[in-house]
Every structure is written in structure tokens, then in C-alpha cells.
């Protein structure tokens, strides 16, 4: 954070200042910006640190905040926002982007039989996990490397980019090649030497919020992979976790204009991990729609109850077709409203 201090102030009365920063626990220093004197703080700050608790001390005309910090997933950086060409299609700007299939891969039938709907229905993209973070070792782990080949062929067969998660750089290595846009999931989001290897992929990247990020935490993680080397990012919102616990997490909307004030980055929100629950994923898929959201991941199974992972969230391929419908209308609506706001 740097405290941009009145033109009146003298550097005697700034080293006053830094010495009741001192007091307060943070380090600062002072340094001549133009015609002022601008304090950066280097330590001290942390998660829970407020605008508030410098922009009134006495000395200080503003305070520039932490989206500065993200200088190449800041506002700053870029004119406008990304747009990620995968295969001629375009990730952000004007389109809404839609993400559906499977939580996990389950068979070759399975996914083509997915793909093919959701794809008639009119997503843009293929979902599916090969490689699954699941809660207990018990659990279905996916079936890795084979079913990045029925992912492949799923996506080029019906005209989707493909999506899938890596958890390693073993599995960035064997899914790179293979599918067009690697997600890394919301467990991952802070491991800090694995975004830095994402960096040397060609693939765009999905990076997902951790359940317990702040925004500058999220930012940060998607500036390792940005800073690393690799310009496609998009960043998605898959719900906190609150005292709330109906709901399998909080599904964050306030997310789409805060990242949207904050960064070019395209926004993603995915209502199913969000919410757990199958009934609300559509309202908060609108709702995300409503709100500028540049894209929506959906879980979507011919047979939601049997599905084997994430059964509960996951909706049918006919509501499926319902929700592109009316998301379709519900874009339509707020592109036309930004097209009269611009004029
Ligand atoms: C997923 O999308 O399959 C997934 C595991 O999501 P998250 O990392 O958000 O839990
Ligand atoms: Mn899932």
C-alpha cells in the first residue's frame, strides 16, 4: 500500500508519520514522487489490513490500494479487457463463455454422450475431470491419462474447447498436449511452485479461487502464473466457506465486479461447486449472468444421480437446455444495456 501524502507536507513531518507507522506495527519508507512525498509500506500488512486505517491520518491526501500491486493482472496493465483465443474461439469479451460436462471422466461413452448434448444445447466448452481431488482416498480418483484421450476426442468431435483439471507437473505434462484449457483447482490455487511451472505451458489457464482466498490472495496466485510467462489466465469463483454450511460453500457473485474492478481477467463463476445443491445452480448461474460475468462452468450428466462424483450438484441435460436458454436471454439483456451505456 502506498499513503500519497498533501503537497504541503515536508519530509520532517513524513518521518513523523513513518514513526507512528512504526508504532502501529508496519514498516514504511518515504520517497520523493513528483512534487510529493508518497510512504510505501513493505511489511506489516496483511489480509485483514484496511484502506481505512491510513486514508485518515492526519498528512495523508490518498491511498493507493493493493490492485496496484498486480501489475500484469491489474487494471493498469491492459487497455480493456482479455480475451483468450483457444482454436478461433474467444474466452471473455462479448460471448458468454459456457463450461459444461461431467464432474469426472467415467467412461468413453459417458463423455461423448455429454459432449454431444451439451454441445446441441450450445456450450462453448467441455468439462471433465481426469485427475479428481477428492476428499477421501476412498473415493473414485478418476481415470487419468486414459480419459484425456476421450476428452480430446469428445471436444474435437463436437466442436468444444476442452477443459480438464492437473493437480502436478506430472499431469500438466501428460494433459498439456492434450486438452486445450487446464483448470487448476481451488486446493491448488496457493501452490506457489506448481503456478510457476503453468507459466511455461502453451494451454490458457482457469485458475480457481481457494475456499478461503481472499481477492489479493486470488489475484496473486494468477499473477505467479501471469508473471511466470503464461498471458491467458481467467480466474473462476467457486464458492467460500462461511459459517453457512446448507450450502456446500458460498458462492461469491460479489466476485464478478470486484475482479472486474480490479483486473482484465476474464471471470468465471461456477455455480455447481459453489452452491452443492442441483436445484440452485441455475438461479445462481442467472444471477452470475446478471452480474458481467465473462463465463459459467456447470457439472451436466444424463444421469445426475448416478454420476460418480458430485452427484448431488450435478443437473440433467435437460435442464441443461433450459439453462443455456435463459442464460442466453439474460446475456443478451445485460450486452445490450452495456452497448447503450457505452453510447
Ligand atoms: C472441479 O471443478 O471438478 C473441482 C474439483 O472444483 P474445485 O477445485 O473448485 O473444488
Ligand atoms: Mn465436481
Not at 507507522?21 to 489490513?49: H, P, Y
Not at 461469491?252 to 472486474?260: S, Y
Not at 440433467?316 to 447503450?340: C, D, P, Y
Amino acid at each position: 500500500m502506498i499513503l500519497i501524502l498533501n503537497q504541503t507536507i515536508t519530509h520532517p513531518e513524513a518521518e513523523q508519520l513513518i514513526e507512528r507507522l512504526t508504532t502501529m506495527g508496519f514498516k514504511a519508507v518515504k520517497e520523493q514522487q513528483g512534487d510529493r512525498i508518497a510512504i510505501a509500506i513493505v511489511s506489516g500488512i496483511d489480509a485483514n489490513t484496511k484502506i481505512d486505517l491510513f486514508k485518515y491520518l492526519s498528512g495523508v491526501e490518498r491511498v493507493e490500494d493493493f490492485s496496484q500491486q498486480f501489475k500484469l493482472a491489474g487494471k493498469d496493465f491492459r487497455k480493456g479487457r482479455l480475451v483468450i483465443d483457444v482454436r478461433g474461439k474467444k474466452i471473455g469479451g462479448d460471448e458468454l463463455t459456457v463450461m459444461a460436462g461431467p464432474c469426472s471422466i467415467e467412461n468413453e461413452e459417458q463423455l461423448h454422450r455429454i459432449a454431444k448434448s451439451v454441445s446441441a444445447s450450445g456450450a462453448t466448452m467441455l468439462r471433465g475431470g481426469a485427475f479428481k481431488p477428492r476428499t477421501s482416498p476412498y473415493d473414485f480418483q478418476g481415470l487419468g491419462e486414459e480419459a484425456l484421450k476421450y476428452m480430446r476426442d469428445a471436444a474435437r468431435e463436437n466442436d468444444l474447447i476442452s477443459i480438464t483439471e492437473v493437480m502436478d507437473e506430472h499431469q500438466l505434462e501428460v494433459a498439456a498436449p492434450m486438452a486445450d484449457v487446464l483448470q487448476i483447482g481451488a486446493r491448488n490455487m496457493q501452490n506457489y511452485s506448481f503456478l510457476k511451472e503453468l507459466g511455461k505451458v502453451e494451454n490458457p489457464i482457469m485458475l480457481k479461487r481457494g475456499f478461503a482466498a481472499t481477492y489479493k490472495e486470488f489475484l496473486m496466485a494468477a499473477e505467479y502464473i501471469l508473471n511466470a510467462g503464461n498471458p491467458n489466465v481467467m480466474l473462476c469463483e467457486r464458492g467460500i466457506r462461511t459459517y453457512e454450511s446448507y450450502t456446500r460453500n458460498l458462492l461469491d457473485i460479489c466476485a464478478v465486479p470486484v475482479l472486474h474492478e480490479l483486473s482484465h481477467l476474464p471471470v468465471i463463476i461456477d455455480p455447481s461447486h459453489g452452491t452443492g445443491i442441483r436445484s440452485l445452480v441455475s438461479p445462481m448461474a442467472y444471477a452470475a449472468v446478471a452480474a458481467g460475468a465473462e463465463g459459467i462452468m456447470v457439472e451436466v450428466h444424463y444421469d445426475p444421480d448416478n454420476a460418480y462424483s458430485d452427484a448431488q450438484q450435478t443437473i440433467s441435460t435437460e435442464s441443461f437446455a433450459n439453462l443455456m436458454r435463459q442464460m442466453k436471454a439474460i446475456h443478451s439483456v445485460v450486452k445490450q444495456n452495456a452497448v447503450e451505456n457505452d453510447g
